[in-house]
């Protein structure tokens, strides 16, 4: 597709199971970024990724948060023993490497945590 | 790190007028980039409108245009002849020489029949 492609739109777990959640960049984009976005709030920055390799992943919250990039273009967010704060709507973007471009968003998911 | 402040956590318009947000933006970069997203209760993020800190005329698309003041370090949006579909949060982004965007914690604007 021409867009950031996210997958799933919406997902509802447990408390304690572990999640993933796929982002899918636009062809050629080497930056890709991870964001999370509680209800009515702005973007919280997770980490950021050029190529498969992470330059900044100061923004996940904890040790249960990773990520990981393969091939230069698909990313898994992941998400271990899920707690109830981490409901929020994660939103991934790409990027062509740096200049003028902006971010493409995804139309992120939604992640509940019961 | 670039921060970048949005004052105005809520705004309203009358429809047909036209309403002004605020970002400022702390850098000691010379060349950088900023942009105005618009994000609807769909949550899809949408680019509004890119400024080039090299360019000092200001950015304009249709009924959208930018006051970009580089030494006051403010990029505000303008939205002339709002109308009902203008209702959304809107988010002032900065990017640098990295790959980094930063973002404000948005202004949410409602438009008013």
């Known amino acids: 597709g021409a867009g950031v492609s996210q997958s799933p739109s919406n997902k509802v777990t447990e408390k304690g199971k572990d999640v993933e959640l796929r982002c899918d960049p636009i062809?050629?984009?080497?930056?890709l970024y991870w964001y999370r976005q509680s209800l009515g709030q702005g973007l919280e920055f997770l980490i950021y990724f050029q190529g498969n390799s992470a330059p900044d992943k100061s923004g996940l919250p904890s040790d249960r948060f990773s990520a990981e990039r393969t091939g230069g273009s698909v990313s898994t967010l992941t998400i271990q023993r899920t707690q109830q704060e981490d409901s929020a709507v994660y939103l991934c973007?790409?990027?062509?490497?740096?200049?003028?471009?902006?971010?493409?968003f995804g139309q992120g998911t939604r992640l509940t945590v019961v | 790190a670039q921060t970048v402040t949005q004052s105005q956590p809520e705004m309203s318009v009358q429809e047909a007028e036209t309403v002004t947000l605020s970002c400022t933006y702390d850098?000691?970069?010379?060349?950088?980039?900023l942009f105005w997203y618009k994000q609807p209760p769909s949550r899809q993020m949408i680019l509004v409108i890119r400024?080039?800190?090299?360019?000092?005329q200001n950015a304009t698309e249709n009924r959208f245009s930018v006051n970009f003041q580089k030494a006051a370090k403010s990029f505000s949006l303008k939205i002339s002849d709002s109308q009902l579909g203008d209702a959304a949060m809107y988010f002032c982004a900065y990017r640098g020489t990295g790959n980094q965007f930063y973002f404000g914690t948005g202004t949410s604007l409602t438009v008013i029949p």
């Open positions: 062809s050629g984009h080497t930056a």
């Open positions: 850098t000691s970069e010379s060349d950088y980039y």
């Open positions: 400024q080039e800190a090299y360019k000092q």
């Open positions: 973007a790409s990027s062509p490497d740096r200049g003028r471009t902006e971010a493409f």
